[in-house]
């Protein structure tokens, strides 16, 4: 099955620096990788995806690559803001929405 | 504003009592997701549904949890006898890329 990790499991930040996540993935069926941020007391939200047809995505101040080759995908964001401080989490899984296998999530901190 | 919806927001329990949450998903979607956090295994998979048919629940403990879609409308999980280890928060998500609800908080004593 699907394995992820992700690192840094905490990052903190400069207010106005750039952050950037990053994630592995094991199985190379796997074509589309969102990224969600869980603020405290609330579910998951999606923030950005990619599929494996495209290298790269960007949206605003937050962006994603992906290397499907080493099977690898980032997120960046960058002019990071006290409301960006969350828990950030990736996913990989087979197009169709099934078996979604997220990372362990990296706690960010962004410091004013 | 389409949102997942779920109750109850928080239960606290004791063991061996039986739990019931449910979730309301966006209209519309027909596949609907269970998920487990806890601090140790992180988001875990229990279970998801599409229109109304269950497709997985392997990551679903088969002796006391149960998952069901009685409509399109809700779904519910169901847990007997509860556990201390239970103690998580579960989400429900619905759509294919999911849109998760905002958790129910589960305390087993």
């Known amino acids: 099955g699907e394995n992820v990790e992700q690192h840094p499991s905490t990052l903190s930040v400069q207010e106005g620096d750039s952050a950037v996540i990053k994630c592995t993935y094991s199985?190379?069926?796997?074509?589309?990788f969102p990224w969600y941020k869980q603020e405290l007391g609330k579910g998951p939200q999606l923030i950005i995806d990619?599929?494996?047809?495209?290298g790269e995505k960007k949206d605003q101040r937050i962006a994603v690559t992906l290397n499907k080759t080493a099977k690898h995908f980032s997120l960046h964001i960058t002019e990071t803001q006290p409301e960006d401080s969350a828990v950030y989490f990736c996913a990989a899984s087979p197009s169709g929405g099934q078996n979604f296998v997220f990372g362990p999530g990296t706690r960010l901190s962004v410091l004013p | 504003d389409a949102r997942v919806t779920q109750t109850p927001r928080h239960k606290v329990t004791e063991m061996g009592q039986e739990v019931t949450m449910r979730c309301q998903p966006i209209?519309?979607?027909?596949?609907v997701f269970w998920y487990r956090q806890t601090m140790m295994q992180g988001l875990e998979l229990l279970a998801y549904f599409r229109n109304r048919a269950p497709l997985d629940d392997s990551g679903m403990p088969k002796d006391r949890f149960s998952a069901e879609m009685p409509d399109a409308t809700l779904a519910t999980l169901k847990i007997q006898p509860s556990e201390p280890r239970d103690s998580a928060v579960y989400f429900c998500?619905?759509?294919?890329?999911?849109?998760f609800g905002p958790g129910t908080r589960l305390t087993v004593l």
């Open positions: 990619i599929r494996s047809n495209v």
């Open positions: 998500a619905s759509g294919l890329w999911p849109f």
């Open positions: 199985d190379s069926a796997s074509n589309y």
């Open positions: 209209l519309g979607h027909n596949t």
